[in-house]
């Protein structure tokens, strides 16, 4: 599967938030978009999932034009993990994984056994079937976060789009989360996530796509464009970057920080 955005804009109003992005994801591949607050990469997000439809330019999932597909074709596709969520209702866990597969059976049927093994078997891949009769409320954030994972599994669309999927977790949850997302890329899919984490789009990121001011400011693999340069540019803070085990890890270290500490060690 793959994705293939050409010259797309997008406006509210007279405020154009998408100022001609192109890119193409393929499957193998985890791509990260990375950027400032309000650059536009949600509003890009809802372009590709058919939930804006007053852009400029041309959206294609797996080479077909999404302005010509309906919801269900869509959701067979393609499936969303939102940063956040807040349901109406106390769905058990296992409901609202439950939820990703109904795009497999009819309006009028109820899932199968397939389905409740599809559930069992996702829950489990991302450690939280013990979470399976919890209520859905009753939950910790970073905890629902691999439950809109887990429903996104369910629903085998084979491109995922996910909106920060670990700003909510803690460090154990961020890397076992990311660990997982790159092993559905090795596996076929096609994964878009968007981040504010340099250091972990570097390590985990097949390629990597900074924006700023609702424009593309660099395209490329990590270690093509990950310089002290492009974090400059794109959130205003001066690092130094330090490479680690052979260029396989960049570190990102605010230059503010270390030189305050070194001026205090030197005169204390």
């Given amino acids: 599967m793959s994705i293939e955005v050409s010259d797309l804009c997008f406006s509210y109003g007279e405020n154009r938030v998408l100022d001609q992005v192109n890119f193409t994801a393929q499957d193998n591949q985890l791509l990260s978009i990375l950027g400032p607050n309000g650059v536009g990469k949600t509003t890009l997000f809802r372009c590709i999932l058919g939930l804006l439809n007053g852009y400029k330019g041309q959206i294609l999932l ?3 034009n999404i302005k010509g597909l309906g919801i269900e074709e869509m959701a067979k596709l393609i499936a ?3 940063q956040f969520h807040y349901p109406s209702f ?4 296992f409901d609202m994984v439950l939820m990703g597969t109904s795009v497999q059976i009819s309006a009028i049927s109820s899932p199968g056994i397939k389905q409740k093994k599809l559930v069992d078997a996702a829950l489990k891949r991302l450690g939280i079937y013990h979470l399976k009769n919890r209520g859905y409320t009753k939950i910790s954030g ?3 976060q691999l439950v809109l994972l887990a429903r996104a599994l369910v629903q085998e669309a084979k491109i995922l789009v996910m909106d920060e999927p670990t700003s909510n977790l803690d460090f154990g949850n961020q890397v076992r989360v990311l660990t997982e997302i790159k092993s559905l890329a090795k596996e076929g899919y096609t994964v878009i ?8 789009t570097f390590l985990f990121s097949d390629r990597v796509m900074a924006m700023k001011d609702g424009k593309v400011l660099a395209w490329g693999t990590p270690g093509e464009i990950f310089t002290a340069d492009l974090i400059y540019d794109l959130y205003g803070v001066e690092v130094e970057m330090e490479s680690l085990y052979h260029d396989q890890a960049r570190v990102c270290i605010p230059k503010s920080i270390v030189e305050k ?3 205090y060690r030197c005169c204390s």
């Fill in 193 to 200: 996530q968007s981040t504010h984490n340099p250091d972990q």
């Fill in 80 to 82: 969303y993990i939102p």
């Fill in 62 to 64: 797996n080479g077909i």
């Fill in 261 to 263: 500490d070194y001026t």
């Fill in 90 to 93: 106390n769905f058990s866990v």
């Fill in 142 to 144: 970073g905890e629902r």
